[in-house]
């Protein structure tokens, strides 16, 4: 047994690890048939021993990874991609291909702004959007009409009856990527690389209500399927026509001169979108000539898409620094002479752990190549080692922590190095931080500098003497002022009529997010039972795994802990989780259930919201946990699973008429 739960434990890290690769870095290390056969490996003993079944196995997620539970779908006309170019000649020799066919004839090109997300298509019949896939590879994609529709800017019914297709691309615009960054940093999950990575993850989720909380974009670039237009131009303007959201700033261009300046104003000029692009696109105008022109097997010759280079530039690594965090967790972070990249000044970059740090080689004073990965995240890619100084030393990780100086730990199989001193001061100051975090306790007036303030006046060192903090010292900091000291006594003392779920998140129990915060209150109603919980009772909750499980336990078992805990019961802090009230008098409440195959009476999400109101629970895939599977028509793996375990299949049709029951029938 023991032997089978580290075989799973390695083979979750490792598919993450991949996937990781694959969706964050966008750098496949294994080929798609490989990842399938260890994926279906793990499923195969996790069908063996569901108990163990860990919460971040790539198995349970339904999130950034694609799971084969979208239909599919064979476009009418494949989805070509582009060729590309890359530099002013490539572009001359590409006009003169083009030049060679038209002859004399006049030659128009269409430059587009080159968005960088994930294309699309959308199907409108008698004027209403009917269905939407994603272009897959590029014969057959994925239906994800259900999310195409949380999109504001796509019009769900056009102004008259009309049948076509559109293309575009689907995007995030900056400013809701850094949003979802910051959120994903908060709760300790993975960052996205770049929007495009971001915006495929937010687009292929099964369950459309988090595509709509990530506030996706779309751009139509092209229409299919209308005998009437005969350019770009004439297809853009009737995209624009059917209010479908076109990006204006597309140029019809004379000659391949015009196209350059384009380019070239766009590189400069790109910085200031409130989108990623990656490119430019160039499109031969007149249909009748793209005809002629023709195609490749998997681009048109017709059109190219310009990329701009990335910019990576050389600059001194200064020095590196450990940053401590609050689970003790020590990063390496570059001190670089600061640069200005893609637009913005960058002085410091992650070295995220040892082994990175080994793969680089770094020594002091080394000249680095730095990029923005993704144009955003700054990352070091390289070292000019034929630079180096020769008496320039190598950096080695230091085996005491910056902040308190005691002895760091580091284990067999983890890249990451960890202070264990409970009164490490830095992660003390981190933990009172998160303590008083704006999806944790939200005390205002209580930010990162405060906090660090008030630790080094002596005037708190754990978080609980945030509740005794005296007014006449406080207003002796420089910077306070008597109101500001008010508010942030007041925002204290509010902070105890916190919910328990808040309470539970801010205790920073490690692998405990927003989401496994609110399940443990859930079931735990207060504190003090939350004290009583045991392995066995957390690892049935639904979606805490043995990992979250176990850290729950560690966490309760640690005196200091314990303390903690009952010091907040006896200040004040006694928080109790308010139940919703739901109707429970009907057979699907309490039941945890999944939604498999296509329904034709109501969409998934009116099947899912239905169902939420009669207090059961909808999740993605089919486990011993799963109490009921709806199955619509041609149901897959979800259904066979379903019936391999037993649990209870209901269709469509007997999902409508129970609706309508809502009683218990068995
Ligand atoms: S036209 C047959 N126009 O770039 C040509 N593509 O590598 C079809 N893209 O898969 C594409 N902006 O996802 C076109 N204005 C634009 C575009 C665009 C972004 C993406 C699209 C396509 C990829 C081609």
């Known amino acids: 047994m023991k032997e089978i739960k580290e075989e ?26 490989e990842y399938d056969t260890l994926y279906k490996q793990l499923e195969k003993l996790e069908k063996e021993y569901p108990e163990l079944i860990q919460e971040n ?12 539970e979208f239909e599919k779908v064979t476009h009418k006309v494949p989805m070509l ?155 853009l303007k009737t995209a ?26 766009w590189d400069i000029n790109r910085k ?52 401590v965090g609050r689970t003790g967790i020590v990063t390496p972070v570059a001190q670089l002479d600061p640069i200005v990249i893609s637009g913005s000044t960058v002085s410091k970059a992650s070295l995220h752990n040892k082994d990175v740090i080994d793969e680089l080689d770094i020594h002091i004073g080394d000249m680095v190549i730095v990029k ?18 020769e008496n320039s030393e190598k950096y080695i990780m230091p085996n005491r922590c910056p902040s308190c100086n005691s002895e760091l730990v580091s284990k067999k199989d983890d890249p990451f190095i960890r202070c264990v001193n409970p009164e490490c001061p830095e992660q003390n100051i981190r933990k009172i931080i998160h303590f008083a975090s704006r999806d944790a306790l939200n005390i205002e007036g209580l930010g990162d500098k405060v906090v660090a303030t008030l630790y080094e006046q002596g005037i708190i060192s754990h978080t609980i003497d945030l509740f005794s903090l005296e007014r006449e010292k406080l207003i002796d900091l420089d910077r306070m002022g008597e109101k500001s000291v008010d508010n942030l006594l007041k925002a204290i003392e509010n902070s105890k009529n916190s919910s328990l779920d808040k309470v539970i998140y801010a205790l920073g129990i490690l692998n405990v997010g927003k989401k496994a915060a609110k399940i443990l209150a859930e079931k735990y109603l207060n504190l003090t039972t939350l004290m009583t919980a045991t392995v066995d009772e957390l690892i049935n909750l639904p979606d805490i795994g043995l990992i979250t499980a176990e850290s729950v ?60 109101k009669l207090g059961a629970k909808v999740t993605g895939s089919v486990t011993t946990k799963t109490d009921l599977v709806l199955a619509g028509e041609k149901a897959g793996s979800k259904l066979a699973k379903a019936e391999q375990l037993g649990i209870q299949v209901i269709s469509e049709e007997e999902f409508i008429s129970m609706l309508g029951e809502k009683k218990v029938n068995g």
């Open 81 to 235: 991609s582009l060729s590309n170019t890359f530099s002013t000649e490539d572009l001359r020799d590409f006009d003169n291909r083009i030049k060679k066919v038209v002859a004399n004839r006049k030659i128009e090109y269409i430059c587009e702004l080159k968005i960088d997300g994930l294309a699309i298509s959308i199907n409108y019949v008698n004027g209403k959007l009917i269905s939407a896939a994603t272009r897959g590879d590029g014969t057959v994609g994925e239906e994800v009409t259900d999310n195409i529709k949380t999109i504001f800017s796509i019009p769900k019914v056009l102004k008259d009856n009309k049948t076509f297709e559109v293309r575009g691309e689907v995007y995030l615009p900056k400013k809701s990527f850094n949003i979802l960054n910051e959120e994903r940093k908060e709760n300790n999950e993975v960052l996205f690389a770049n929007p495009r990575n971001a915006a495929a993850g937010s687009l292929r989720q099964l369950d459309s209500k988090i595509t709509a909380q990530r506030r996706l974009s779309a751009f139509i670039y092209s229409v299919v399927g209308d005998n009437t237009i005969e350019s770009q131009l004439q297809a």
């Open 240 to 265: 624009e026509e059917y209010e479908l959201p076109v990006n204006n700033n597309y140029k019809l261009c004379k000659n391949i001169d015009e196209v350059i300046n384009y380019i070239e104003y």
């Open 8 to 33: 799973i434990y390695k083979l979750v890290k490792l598919l993450n690890k991949y996937s990781y690769d694959y969706y964050v870095e966008d750098n496949p290390q294994i080929s798609d048939t």
């Open 553 to 612: 336990i560690d966490f309760l078992s640690n005196e200091i802990n314990i303390k903690f805990i009952n010091d907040l019961i006896s200040i004040g802090m006694n928080p109790q989780y308010k139940v919703q009230k739901i109707e429970d008098d009907n057979i699907f409440s309490g039941k945890t259930i999944v939604l498999t195959g296509k329904l034709v009476e109501l969409t998934r999400n009116e099947a899912k919201e239905y169902l939420e």
């Open 372 to 389: 923005k990965a993704g144009e955003i995240i700054p990352k070091v890619v390289r070292v000019l080692k034929e630079l180096r100084l």
């Open 272 to 323: 200031n979108l409130p989108y990623e692009i990656d490119g430019i696109v160039i499109k031969v105008n007149s249909y009748s000539l793209q005809e002629e022109i023709g195609y490749t097997q998997k681009s048109p010759r017709w059109a190219t898409a310009f990329k701009f280079p990335e910019e990576e530039l050389a600059t001194k690594l200064l020095d590196v620094e450990l940053s």
């Open 57 to 68: 196995s790539p198995t349970q997620r339904v999130g950034d990874v694609v799971l084969s």
